[in-house]
């Protein structure tokens, strides 16, 4: 099994909600988890970062920019990879949403949830919270090192 040459890792961002900034935020989460020694995993993590940033950009704030700040945590050591969602806009628990009924036909299913709940499978743990006007979204994802040699 191949060891992991990192050590824990903490990076932050802060942006406003602005269409324009979006590609900053993925920027900034593949940056992040690209080294984790399993591409794999980096790929899983980026998506989520991807959708639940998406959304907080579309629907924390309704038509006005608002902050969002994102913390990303790489503890090789406990094999875990640690991102907090933060932003001050309507509180909502992503947590609370029910996986999509895929039987439905395309035009007939409500918009949304498809991005949370390919979150939700691709995290190992999840956990939200309302404290003094922020929506707080911290997801934890296990690592393990590829055994591929790259």
């Keep these: 099994m191949q060891e992991f040459e990192l050590e824990m ?3 932050a961002m802060e942006v406003l909600t602005k ?3 979006m590609d900053k935020v993925m ?21 989520v970062g991807e959708e639940l940033a998406y959304n907080i950009f579309s629907y924390a704030y309704d038509d006005s920019p608002g902050a ?11 094999n ?9 806009g309507k509180p909502f628990n992503p947590l609370d949403s ?16 498809l ?10 743990k999840q956990i939200y919270k309302y404290e003094n006007g922020h929506n707080i ?3 934890e994802k296990n690592i393990e090192p590829s055994t591929n040699a790259g």
């Excluded at 875990?80 to 001050?88: A, I, L, N, P």
């Excluded at 999509?100 to 949304?112: C, F, M, Q, T």
């Excluded at 991005?115 to 190992?124: F, P, R, V």
Aim: aromatic share 6%; no cysteine; net charge neutral.
């Design 27 to 47: 920027d900034f989460v593949e940056l992040s988890v690209r080294d984790l020694g399993n591409p794999h995993i980096s790929k899983q993590l980026t998506l």
């Design 9 to 11: 890792s903490k990076y």
């Design 68 to 78: 969002f700040v994102l913390k990303i945590n790489l503890s090789p050591e406990n």
């Design 115 to 124: 991005g949370i709940a390919l979150s939700k499978k691709l995290t190992d």
């Design 98 to 113: 029910g996986v999509p009924d895929l039987s439905v036909p395309i035009a007939e299913r409500k918009i949304g949830g």
């Design 19 to 21: 269409s324009n900034n």
């Design 80 to 88: 875990k990879v640690t991102m907090e969602f933060r932003d001050e």
């Design 137 to 139: 979204l911290v997801i």
